[in-house]
């Protein structure tokens, strides 16, 4: 396929909504931040645009490269994934309790990050490859399985956003997959019972799966009363953030930001920048983007050359959707407090580089699904 | 299908090659994926499954959509009040405090910049913030338990930290954990419910025993005032050099400012200390009682004299500035909305400066005149000058004194060891109206009236005195003459100060029981406040029966419940359990000079704004009528007289031939162990001219011996600076 070909199957509206995005982020980055160190007000914009530079050439890749070439890796793929979390028990350093990161002096690497592009690759094609053993609980035993291996792993980091995002990604795969109505529904009723178990009961019986500070968060969001020097403070400045936006936002003016009553401002928290600074206006602005992107991810899956493509395409817009309600929810006080940063807005090398190689994947099914469609159009027509 | 095939043609001129080959290229993979995969077209449940999470999806987005809108559009403005108050905070801008001057104008009290330490501790990294108070204490000469109570004014703080800074800075320091728990303690806030536990883990942390903890800990802060994020004060009015030492050491001492703020200053230095008063922080018990319940903790009130007492009218308005805070609370800048400070009204007093440096100066000249007299011990006193006829105090005055800005701002260990030691004589103490003292020979006048109005004399009534006097098995002397004074009138008897004429008195009330000689006592200002308006007066003791029955009834020894003819003869001299304060002592002599009124002492005169117009006039209570009699009022005015001129008076050695008409009467108290204590009551002129002010000078000199000796002749410097006149050296009349 020459770079023309390539360019006119390219998905355009996807990409003028990822960029759209990217500069979305980028901007909110920067209105965050600008105060945060003196003298340099572009000082994590800066980063972040860097990211961006580098996400979007690793999506280029990614897009030329026919997605086809990556099963034949899976396994190379899983097990890379699960090496480079455990390498982290290793090798990574504490930060605020957990270890994350594999400093590489350049860049912090988070492989629990890369993990949810690899996993999304490696168990669609786990999944397509036993296309017949589909309707059989044991398929669907031990794809579970396979999710929730380096979920756990993640998760005893510990990060519990991270891995509810891996679970999240694997229950997309098995959706889009096609798996049977009745194991979803048994999947479903079995996440309610492990999440009663674990933050009431086994708590009672004196058994502590979560941190006290991860149920508290988790919590938080149901309670309003809660002590405002405490688990509810971020929540409740957010709101404030958010709230005191109004409908056209408070520009510069906005000093929840400025002044750092919003913690985390350019990372988890940015979606209530977007609504302090940019009012409901900007908030609205920002849905659409994301709308037109969900959009654009659901076509590939129909528009997919094969299953696998397909199965890949329904899985990224899953987790996509996920961590837009989650990240947004928190911010807007209607969801628990977890560290899962908003795509493309959230400061952060890692997510953002995984989530342009999630683009750069749907490019590619894009790409394909385009390609096989004139092919067969033409087949049929000769 | 058509458009992709329109553009297929379209495309730029290469109509055989690329897509033939493409063509072929994806034919064949198609076929060979065939194996494996099958198209997505094959599979119709993708498509639903699409539009299931596009449902899943729009719903979502909705969820959001909704929330955004009732957050933002629906309760904005909610939302907008609540970050204006994270955002704004108020600072107390605190008032300057009224200037207190004398009757005359002059300046006694006075606002002075001065360089304030403080600190945030919000801005001190956790881990540091031991070593800060540690180096703190140290650079600024205070005991480390000290600057942490400070650093820690009425904050909350969990135990477990307390407890941990507390054994950091006793290791720091050197001092021990119990010591620097105690002095940050009362500074600390403690939930009333939480103090058994608080108790118990400190105790058990820092190993002190619990008994101690848990009086400490009664001392803490019941209401939480502070926060973290102001500024503690630890110091005020360090000098330039200390300030800038501090700034040289800023980068191990984070958290820790210096700024500029004012003080009391004292342009007369210690003049008038105990009638003035300190200023100070308000203390956690006083924060609890209702005079003060309008003021916050870390407020500055007056700590004792009239800076007390008129404390409302001096300490002004604080103002308040609006300041933008971020998160940390850390200012960024004032923005517009704050009220200026309103400096206090000025307080004028009823006092003279001038009489009260020579009220002063005399006091200590009279404790020269008893050193030289060997009286060794001598190391107090107290003097009195006030205007007979309205109350007003124109000269209070105790020795030893104190610099009133001592407690401004922490007191130094040097100058704790210079007021606290036991030869510091307790310089905080206002002998003129905290101390009593038996009065002696003074009280003699209060018979007199007693006898008179009772009628157990008559002017004219004559006793002997042989020297002694016995009754009842008991002998007691006449103190001045031993070998007697032979036959006196009362008159004589008060000239002479003769005590065998007052035991007969003493002995004629017993037997008319009752207790008319302790009424007629407290009717004449004894026993009970006079009413000054300075605090911390006491009420001195007139005995009666049913005092010495409630006094001793839980005495080993049941006669000391009964009423003797001792008891009697003894208040007759104004020993045994009498006492009286100075102040007593003068209100009793106005009451004489001015014809029996009972004034109120008071010192505050009136409150006036900054340019000088009146406030408020400070009236003190009408006079009150005593009920003594004009005719014995004259008596006893024409006796002291006497004792002051005539040849034989007690006094006549110090007032015989002065050029005004003092009216005066020595004392001599016996205190068990100690040497006699030195008084003079007196009043001149005898008869004031019209317009002319009578004044009533008051002096008692602890362990001074003989009142002619030592008091007398400080009551003459005293009616010297009074009446403008120069009489001469310190010289007294050995007699009594």
């Keep these: 396929m020459d770079l023309r070909e390539l360019l006119r199957r390219l998905d355009w509206v996807l990409l003028l909504a990822t960029l759209g995005l990217l500069t979305y982020g980028v901007l909110m980055v920067y209105a965050a931040t600008e105060l945060d160190v003196p003298g340099d007000p572009w000082h994590w914009a800066f980063r972040q645009l860097i990211y961006a530079g580098v996400g979007l050439a690793v999506m280029v890749v990614l897009a030329v490269l026919d997605y086809e070439r990556l099963r034949r890796w899976q396994w190379a ?59 059989s609980w044991r398929l669907t035993l031990v794809a579970l399985g396979y999710v929730l291996l380096p979920a756990a792993l993640v998760f005893l980091e510990p990060d519990l956003g991270t891995a509810t995002v891996i679970g999240v990604l694997g229950l997309g795969l098995l959706f889009f997959f096609g798996t049977d109505w009745k194991h979803l529904v048994a999947i479903a009723a079995a996440v309610i019972v492990v999440a009663v178990m674990v933050l009431q009961v086994l708590p009672m019986l004196g058994l502590q799966v979560l941190n006290d500070y991860q149920i508290d968060r988790l919590t938080v969001f149901m309670d309003k009363s809660v002590d405002p020097a405490s688990a509810g403070y971020n929540v409740r400045q957010a709101m404030i953030a958010v709230g005191s936006g ?49 959009w654009r991810a659901l076509r590939a899956a129909t528009l997919a050359r094969d299953m696998y493509g397909s199965v890949m395409a329904g899985g990224i817009a899953t987790v996509f959707l996920y961590q837009l309600l989650v990240n947004m929810g928190m911010a807007l006080g209607i969801m628990p407090v977890t560290g899962i940063p ?41 | 299908m058509s458009r992709r095939r329109g553009r297929w043609q379209h495309g730029a001129g290469l109509p055989t090659s690329s897509p033939l080959l493409g063509r072929k290229d994806s034919a064949f993979r198609v076929q060979r994926l065939g194996r494996r995969d099958r198209p997505v077209t094959e599979l119709p449940s993708v498509g639903r ?19 955004l809108w009732f957050l933002q559009i629906l309760s904005g403005q909610q939302y907008v009040a609540a970050a204006n108050d994270n955002r704004l905070r108020s600072v107390k801008l605190e008032a300057r405090r009224g200037l207190i001057m004398d009757r005359e104008g002059k300046i006694l009290v006075t606002n002075k910049p001065s360089l304030v330490v403080g600190i945030r501790p919000m801005d001190v990294p956790q881990d540091d913030l ?88 009664e001392k803490a802060v019941h209401k939480r005032t502070g926060y973290a994020y102001d500024l503690a004060i630890i110091k005020k009015g360090i000098s330039k050099r200390l300030a800038i030492d501090l700034r040289e050491r800023a980068p191990s001492l984070p958290g820790v400012e210096v700024r500029k703020g004012f003080e009391r200053g004292y342009p007369q230095g210690t003049l008038a200390a105990h009638l003035l008063g300190t200023v100070g922080q308000i203390t956690a018990e006083q924060l609890e009682e209702d005079t003060w319940r309008r003021r916050r903790s870390g407020d500055v009130i007056g700590q004792g004299g009239v800076e007390y007492t008129y404390d409302e009218w001096l300490r002004g308005t604080d103002g308040t500035a609006k300041v933008e805070v971020d998160s940390l609370g850390r200012p960024k800048k004032t923005v517009p909305g704050g009220e200026l400070p309103q400096t206090g009204d000025s307080l004028v007093l009823t006092i003279d400066q001038r009489i009260q440096k020579a009220a002063e100066q005399a006091l200590v000249r009279a404790l020269e005149q008893a050193h030289r007299e060997d009286f060794w011990s001598a190391n107090g006193g107290a003097a009195v000058v006030m205007d007979a006829a309205n109350g007003e105090i124109i000269a209070l005055a105790s020795y030893p004194t104190f610099e009133p800005g001592v407690w401004s ?20 103490f206002d002998r003129a109206i905290q101390a009593s003292y038996p009065a002696a020979s003074t009280f003699k006048v209060v018979d007199a009236i007693a006898a008179l109005e009772s009628g157990v004399i008559t002017p004219y009534t004559t006793f002997p005195c042989e020297g002694d006097f016995t009754t009842h098995g008991l002998t007691w002397k006449c103190w001045v003459h031993p070998d007697g004074h032979g036959r006196l009138d009362l008159t004589g008897a008060i000239a002479q100060s003769c005590d065998v004429y007052f035991y007969n008195i003493g002995l004629a ?44 009834a839980d005495s080993s020894d ?103 008409a003092v009216c005066g009467k020595t004392g001599t108290g016996e205190v068990f162990g100690k040497d006699d204590y030195a008084w003079y009551a007196s009043f001149a002129p005898q008869q004031p001219a019209e317009g002319e002010k009578q004044y009533v000078v008051v002096v008692l000199i602890e362990e001074g011996g003989h009142g002619g000796s030592t008091a007398a002749p400080a009551a003459r410097l005293i009616y010297d600076a009074l009446f403008d006149l120069q009489s001469g050296d310190f010289s007294g009349a050995p007699t009594d």
């Design chain 2, 558 to 660: 049941p006669t000391d419940v009964l009423w003797k003819p001792g008891n009697s003869v003894n208040l007759a001299i104004g020993q045994g359990d009498l006492g009286v304060t100075p102040l007593q002592m003068a209100v009793t002599y106005a009451a004489i000079a001015n014809g029996g009124q009972i004034v109120t002492p008071h010192a505050g005169l009136r409150v006036v704004d900054a340019s000088g117009q009146t406030v408020q006039e400070l009236r003190a209570p009408e006079p009150r009528r005593s009920g003594a009699s004009q005719q014995s009022i004259k008596v006893v005015q024409a006796a002291l007289r006497q004792a002051a001129a005539s040849p034989v008076g007690t006094s006549v050695g110090v007032f015989g031939g002065y050029p005004v």
């Design chain 2, 130 to 217: 031991a070593g800060v108070i540690v180096e703190l204490s140290s650079v600024l000469r205070m005991p480390p338990g000290e600057v942490l109570a400070r650093a820690l004014r009425s904050m909350e703080i969990p135990t477990e930290r307390l407890a941990d800074l507390v054994a950091e800075v006793a290791r720091g320091s050197g001092e021990a954990t119990g010591a620097v728990l105690k002095a940050a303690l009362p500074s600390v806030y403690v939930a009333e419910e939480d103090r058994a536990d608080v108790t118990a883990q400190l105790s058990e942390t820092l190993s002190v025993s619990e008994e101690k903890v848990a009086g400490w800990v």
């Design chain 1, 246 to 294: 109004g409908f056209s936002g408070r520009g510069d003016l906005a000093t929840q930001t400025q002044l750092a009553f919003l913690p985390e401002h350019h990372t988890d928290f940015i979606f209530a920048v977007v609504g302090e600074r940019w009012g409901f206006a900007g908030a609205v602005g920002l849905l659409v983007l994301y709308a037109l992107f969900l």
């Design chain 2, 409 to 428: 701002g922490g007191i130094s260990d040097e100058e704790h060891d210079k007021y606290f030691t036991a030869s510091a004589n307790k310089p905080f």
């Design chain 1, 342 to 382: 908003l795509p493309f807005l959230s400061y952060g090398g890692a997510a953002m580089i995984t989530n342009l190689m999630l683009v750069g994947l749907l490019q590619s099914i894009h790409i394909r699904g385009s390609e096989a469609f004139a092919v067969r159009a033409r087949v049929a027509l000769e």
């Design chain 2, 49 to 67: 499954r699409v539009l299931i999470l596009a449902g899943v999806a729009v719903l979502v987005f909705s969820v959001l959509l909704f929330r």
């Design chain 1, 77 to 135: 793929l899983y097990g890379f994934a699960l090496a480079s979390i455990a390498l982290v028990f290793v090798l990574g350093p504490i930060t605020r309790g957990s270890r994350r990161w594999i400093p590489l002096g350049f860049f912090d690497f988070q492989p629990s990050q890369l993990a949810i592009f690899v996993i999304c690759v490696a168990m669609a094609a786990f999944l397509v490859d036993r296309l017949d053993a589909r309707d």
């Design chain 2, 509 to 552: 009330f017993y037997g008319r029981k009752g207790t008319e000689l302790a009424d007629w006592s407290r009717r004449l200002g004894l026993g009970k406040k006079t009413g000054i308006d300075v605090p911390g007066e006491i009420e001195g003791l007139v005995p009666t029966p049913e005092w010495r029955r409630e006094r001793f």
